[in-house]
């Protein structure tokens, strides 16, 4: 096991994985842009220059749509490290006949080729994030996206840079140079990805039909099935939406906002490097801000800062350039610069915070048997929002007269909107956000044992000391799998905090001389998800601790127990005795403000003891020898 993202390169379950993917996208983006130096090499007129670099965008996009449903089936029946292959094989093949394009000037096979690339991104995209969850552990999956959305970003911005170079560098031997680096580079990612251990099929017995259309509208279908999953898919389109928007604009926003020469691309691309560079940051600073859990309460910290800093670039420099003719020193000299600089920087980074929870989410909670499909789905919803967002970006400026700073201002606006909606129809989103805030801020939290004994999968029952409020928020920010708290009901029913508690999906619970019917209900809904193979977690002394100590543990875990016998986690809070929510001082005393920031807090989780033998008393034992002596 990984104890941190970067220890994942060295290992081959996901080594040879990463460097195929970033090949890949690498490969896509040299040829694309190779196409564009054989363009001008061949000196085509700017009308036609124009048309082939709309038609190209279309071209590799179109297969999404066509194939996406069948690439998803496809993802799901075959073990995944042989569809890698195959389609890295296809892109060997697909890049030969590109290098003919490019050996004998013809446009038309170099668009053919473009548009078999489409195709070979569409059946690769599902199998390249349905892998994931197969090789990492829940631990590892925020910390793996991260890397790859930071290995898919490098790539695009170097492939940029490498596929714009070839034909300047290697002049009138352009063609011949363009077509031996991407076949070259093909080679080279079938190769590697012959490393990749062998990851079995999800759903081997899956019937494909090979009729896509039902099947694209299937895997839409299975993007909805969940409120979570369906706004997380929601929000990654979203992302792509607004990144397509923002690099449309940098070309030209460059040169006339910036000052850059036409027909000089220098500011463009350092512009683009900026975006590039902070998206990479972002992404990888994901594992440590989540403490290695799917921490979806970061989506909202970079929905936020991303509408941020759209809205500051447009006052950083809301007219035309203040001069004109500069190259990428020549700006970073010039007045102004930094904070535009920094905006680049910033939006890119928070977009990192933004998307991969969002990746991480989807797979951590969509069904293994169901996974391909789900990011099939996804693909087709990921072009349509693209499609849409160049047609957004043209209509605006061309019928509405928006100068670029306007459209990056609407887009910033329109991000708070779209962020406000996310969050309003699935409050678990804004919920972790606030819970996130307030256990980074108010406590350094010492986790011991939980990666090595909470289930990775299947279900499990948590027990743990009870000793303040904020004991559940504190248990989800360590573990990295979504928990049921079992509470007190007349705390759920608290009027104001009930959609909350109901958002985390909380199990009220009350004693049997309360109210029967409704310890009848928890204890069934108890059964239910861990049927379900969910983890819940039940505090047995019943309430807050009065004296900081622990109090006897109740029966009604070895209730739970005898109706479904899984595995029980012995787990142990420590240093929350002290916090403003325990029962430690009077209701008044409970109003004081924290004593420090960042108090420490530990929480210890034991190897689990079988359900068919554990009861009771020797669950209070062993949550008491984990304890210790601090409260």
Same mark, same amino acid.
């Given at each position: ?39 001008? +090499? ?58 003919? !394009? ?60 490498? &596929? ?8 009138? %031997? ?93 500011? %463009? ?5 900026? /975006? ?25 910290? &970079?929905? /936020? ?9 447009? /006052? ?31 939006? &890119? ?19 293994? !048997? ?28 061309? %019928? ?87 509470? +007190? ?138 304890? &210790?002596?601090?409260?």
């Amino acid at each position: 096991m990984a104890h941190n993202q970067f220890e994942l390169l060295g290992q081959r379950r996901f080594l040879p994985y990463f460097v195929t993917q970033s090949l890949g996208a690498f490969n896509d983006n040299v040829y694309r842009q190779a196409i564009i130096g054989l363009l001008i +090499y061949l000196g085509i007129s700017l009308e036609e220059r124009t048309l082939y670099t709309n038609l190209a965008p279309a071209l590799f996009i179109l297969p999404y749509f066509l194939f996406s449903g069948l690439a998803g089936q496809i993802a799901e029946k075959l073990e995944k490290s042989r569809l890698v292959r195959i389609t890295t094989m296809m892109e060997i093949v697909i890049m030969s006949v590109a290098g003919v !394009g490019f050996l004998i000037n013809s446009m038309t096979l170099l668009l053919v080729a473009l548009f078999c690339t489409g195709l070979q991104s569409t059946l690769f995209g599902p199998v390249k994030y349905s892998i994931l969850p197969s090789v990492l552990k829940p631990e590892e999956l925020t910390g793996g996206n991260g890397l790859v959305e930071m290995g898919t970003s490098m790539s695009i911005l170097l492939g940029m840079i490498f &596929g714009g170079m070839i034909f300047a560098v290697a002049g009138s %031997y352009g063609p011949q140079a363009a077509a031996t680096a991407i076949v070259v580079l093909a080679i080279t990612g079938n190769l590697v990805s012959r490393a990749i251990p062998r990851v079995e099929a999800s759903a081997p017995d899956l019937k494909i039909n090979w009729n896509p259309f039902p099947e694209s509208l299937k895997a839409l279908r299975l993007t909805r099935r969940t409120p979570a999953v369906r706004n997380a898919v929601l929000g990654v389109s979203w992302f792509w939406f607004v990144g397509t928007v923002l690099t449309a604009q940098l070309p030209t926003y460059a040169v006339t906002h910036l000052g850059g020469s036409v027909g000089d691309g220098t500011l %463009y691309l350092f512009c683009f490097v900026l /975006f590039s560079v902070g998206t990479g940051v972002g992404s990888l600073l994901c594992e440590k801000l989540s403490r290695r859990t799917v921490e979806i309460g970061l989506v909202p910290l &970079g929905a /936020f800062g991303m509408t941020a800093f759209c809205v500051d670039l447009y /006052f950083a420099r809301p007219g035309l350039a203040l001069s004109t003719g500069l190259d990428a020193a020549g700006f970073i000299a010039s007045e102004g610069s930094w904070r535009i600089m920094a905006d680049l920087t910033l939006i &890119g980074l928070f977009a990192g915070l933004y998307i991969v929870p969002l990746f991480a989410l989807v797979q951590s909670r969509t069904p293994k !048997g169901e996974l391909s499909r789900v990011i099939a789905g996804l693909n087709i919803q990921n072009a349509f929002f693209i499609v849409l967002a160049a047609m957004v970006g043209i209509a605006v400026q061309r %019928y509405l007269g928006w100068s670029i700073p306007q459209v990056i201002l609407a887009l910033g606006i329109a991000n708070a909107l779209v962020a406000l909606l996310i969050f309003t129809l699935v409050p678990e989103f804004f919920l972790r956000f606030l819970a996130w805030i307030y256990v980074s801020v108010f406590y350094r939290v010492s986790v011991t044992g939980v990666e090595e004994h909470v289930p990775d999968e299947g279900p499990a029952l948590l027990v743990c000391n009870h000793v303040s409020y904020m004991d559940p928020l504190v248990i989800s920010a360590a573990v990295p799998r979504p928990i049921r708290f079992v509470m +007190y009901y007349k705390i759920f029913r608290i009027p104001g905090m009930n959609w909350v508690f109901r958002a985390h999906r909380a199990i009220p619970i009350a004693g049997a001389r309360e109210d029967p019917a409704v310890m009848d209900a928890a204890f069934a809904e108890v059964k239910a998800a861990l049927d379900a193979g969910e983890l819940v977690c039940i505090f047995p002394e019943g309430a807050l601790t009065k004296d900081g100590e622990i109090a006897k543990f109740k029966s009604g875990v070895e209730r739970i127990l005898e109706q479904t016998p899984v595995p029980v986690v012995p787990m142990a809070l420590t240093g929350l005795w002290d916090s403003m929510w325990s029962h430690r001082d009077s209701r008044l005393g409970r109003l004081r403000v924290p004593r420090r920031l960042r108090a420490a807090v530990g929480l210890v989780a034991e190897a689990p003891m079988p359900g068919e033998s554990a009861d009771a008393a020797s669950l209070e034992a062993r949550v008491r020898q984990l304890r &210790g002596d601090r409260p």
